[in-house]
């Protein structure tokens, strides 16, 4: 099964491959191959690069700073980026453009519009996300975290954890619990939050990686303007979940294309190692090949129907699950390929603690042992595989829900 796109879309196809033709170096081969100190200044470079081409936020309407692209066109575009092994932004561009910035496009007044949405194209402004909490990761209804009014501000206390860039960004994106008397999904508001300010402290999480890409984030009066609600006060919930969905696209197109670079790479490892004709070892590659094929099905049914314009739903689930659940396997493989040389890191580590190493990432045991172990966390974050199977479960198979008793108001569940 291949897709098939309309003329016109291969015209603007032409025009992004045009573009990169323009403005990457002849001998280019993928942000990963790029030592740190040079990935970053590329980032940097390229960011700007596609901020002055409205290709950064390409699809937010022109007068916020995009090109107004379809959703077919924001799906091509992600697709040649990927291809050619470089970015759609900026490392914070996915909190700043794809999470919070859409939000603000579909839920924010004008004058949250006017007033943020061009300090994040521009960079000044760069966000985290303040979602989960110690008792509230994947039961993300339970968040403890609270805020109160207090004149023309919100009063903001609780904690956050597993912030993504945290230690980095100057703004948050927080849901607080703004009525304690609703029921757990209610309540809850969706807050834009200065991070330079006394109330706000970020300690970091060491992650087993050594890396430190995760933080937790401690609210103790900390403050925001009244004005800084997304969507209505207590209706935070909608607006989470519309966050959540904004993805949902662009990883249908790109995720499948970035699991067979890297499947690829395990090709050419197995090669080299002497083990593409061990038997067990070719068996077990020919499996990850059979995953990747299924999971390039998948993408294309989500796609589908995203560019329909569908909304979110549970096939959503099947997808993060599935990729996740397929990377640790991957990895696996790949350890016992290097054999005895997995006992230690040579070379650089990934470049990012999410997904797969970036194109172009050497094949040397530092790239793969550092995904092995990043891997682990994808069956986690963005929502675990168990809460995943429940929502298959439940949505899909339309199995009888589990029983609970957290139900009413918050504040009695909580005593």
Not at 92 to 116: R, S
Not at 289 to 314: A, N, Q, W
Not at 393 to 400: I, N, R
Request: include cysteine; charge should be negative; charged fraction near 20%.
């Amino acid at each position: 099964m291949t897709p098939t796109y309309s003329p016109e879309a291969e015209v603007f196809r032409e025009k992004v491959q045009a573009f990169l033709a323009e403005h990457l170096p002849v001998d280019w081969s993928g942000i990963g191959a790029l030592d740190e100190v040079a990935a970053m200044r590329f980032m940097q470079e390229w960011r700007d690069i596609l901020r002055d081409n409205q290709f950064l936020a390409a699809s937010w309407p022109t007068e916020y700073g995009g090109a107004g692209l379809t959703a077919l066109e924001s799906v091509i575009l992600a697709e040649e980026f990927q291809k050619s092994g470089v970015p759609t932004g900026g490392p914070n561009d996915v909190f700043g453009i794809q999470m919070v910035g859409n939000t603000i496009l579909t839920w924010g007044t004008e004058e949250q519009k006017k007033y943020f949405l061009p300090r994040i194209i521009s960079g000044e402004h760069t966000w985290c996300q303040g979602y989960s909490e110690p008792n509230a990761g994947s039961d993300l209804g339970n968040l403890g975290c609270k805020a109160e009014l207090d004149g023309d501000e919100w009063v903001i206390n609780g904690q956050k954890i597993w912030t993504s860039a945290g230690h980095l960004a100057d703004w948050i994106f927080v849901l607080a619990r703004t009525d304690a008397e609703a029921a757990k999904h209610r309540g809850i508001t969706f807050l834009l939050v200065p991070m330079d300010q006394p109330g706000v402290e970020v300690r970091p999480i060491r992650m087993i990686t050594g890396q430190s890409e995760f933080n937790e984030i401690f609210f103790t009066d900390a403050r925001c303007a009244r004005d800084n609600v997304v969507g209505e006060i207590n209706g935070g919930w909608g607006v989470a979940m519309t966050l959540l969905g904004f993805e949902r696209g662009e990883a249908a197109a790109t995720t499948p294309l970035a699991f067979r670079t890297e499947l690829d790479r395990l090709f050419q490892l197995a090669k080299e190692y002497g083990r593409s004709e061990d038997p067990v070892i070719r068996q077990r590659l020919a499996w990850c090949y059979s995953k990747v094929e299924i999971m390039r099905f998948l993408g294309m049914r989500t796609l589908t129907d995203f560019l329909k314009g569908g909304h979110p739903g549970p096939e959503g689930s099947m997808f993060k699950l599935y990729w996740s659940e397929y990377h640790c396997k991957v990895t696996e493989l790949a350890v016992d390929i290097l054999g005895a040389d997995a006992l230690f890191i040579d070379g650089k580590l990934p470049t990012s603690a999410f997904s797969t190493d970036a194109p172009g990432a050497p094949n040397e045991s530092g790239s793969w042992l550092g995904t092995f172990m990043n891997a682990r966390a994808g069956t986690i974050y963005a929502g675990t595989s168990q809460i995943q199977r429940n929502i298959l479960g439940e949505m899909v198979l339309g199995l009888p829900k589990e029983p609970r008793a957290d139900r009413g108001p918050w504040s009695e569940i909580t005593k």
